[in-house]
């Protein structure tokens, strides 16, 4: 009498037997994983993504607040890799944690709003850009300031590039308001996400984009 062993299944056979989780169940899971990770202190980063007039922006934060706001054009994959390594690798996808942030970011658009109640981590600038985007903040709503003025206001007049590089680099966007910095000629100057959206976000504040510049306020 002949006997055959088992087969063992093929690999492909294996996989193929697993049941098919749907988006539903995957979304309850990563709820669940964020919630856990919550509780037991392991998210570090919260992040999400809105949509804007101004492009998708991807929202970040920290428990000291808001650490990154970044345009569709920084490659947002590669914006959270930075994150990853510059902050912490426990980083998740949290929409919750950021809603109060993504409501502030569309009333302002909607223009409900003139001024963020939001908290701003800085812990991604160091030394002199901080002092610069800390600086900025006190750039009113419909208002703009050169970037002499910033200088002088920092207690370093000559620093003008300095500034202009500081404003490039800002992690914070829209709530740091470096699309209000323009040139001491009333020009717009650079803009790190692009001039066209430091015209639009100028606009939606009311402020012609070639106007003269206004007074820095103290």
Not at 69 to 79: F, I, L, S, T, W
Not at 107 to 114: K, P, S
Not at 163 to 179: K, M, T
């Amino acid at each position: 009498m002949t006997t055959h062993e088992p087969r063992e299944p093929e690999r492909e056979d294996v996989f193929v037997a697993l049941p098919a989780i749907d988006e539903e169940t995957t979304r309850r899971l990563h709820d669940r994983l964020v919630r856990e990770a919550q509780t037991a202190g392991l998210l570090d980063v919260a992040y999400r993504t809105i949509d804007s007039p101004v492009g998708p922006l991807l929202l970040a934060a920290t428990a000291k607040g808001l650490v990154r706001v970044a345009y569709g054009c920084e490659d947002h994959e590669m914006v959270l890799e930075r994150l990853a390594r510059d902050l912490s690798p426990r980083i998740l996808h949290a929409p919750a944690r950021l809603d109060a942030a993504a409501k502030e970011i569309d009333e302002y658009f909607a223009g409900l709003r003139q001024g963020f109640d939001l908290s701003v981590d800085l812990s991604l600038a160091r030394g002199f850009r901080r002092l610069v985007l800390t600086r900025l903040r006190t750039i009113g709503y419909g208002q703009t300031a050169s970037y002499g003025a910033i200088a002088i206001a920092v207690g370093n007049p000559k620093a003008v590039r300095a500034v202009g590089s500081a404003n490039g680099d800002n992690h914070v966007c829209v709530l740091i308001p470096c699309h209000r910095v323009i040139r001491s000629d009333g020009s717009l100057g650079g803009y790190g996400g692009g001039l066209d959206r430091k015209k639009k976000l100028l606009a939606s504040e009311g402020h012609p984009t070639e106007a003269p510049q206004l007074p820095l306020v103290d």
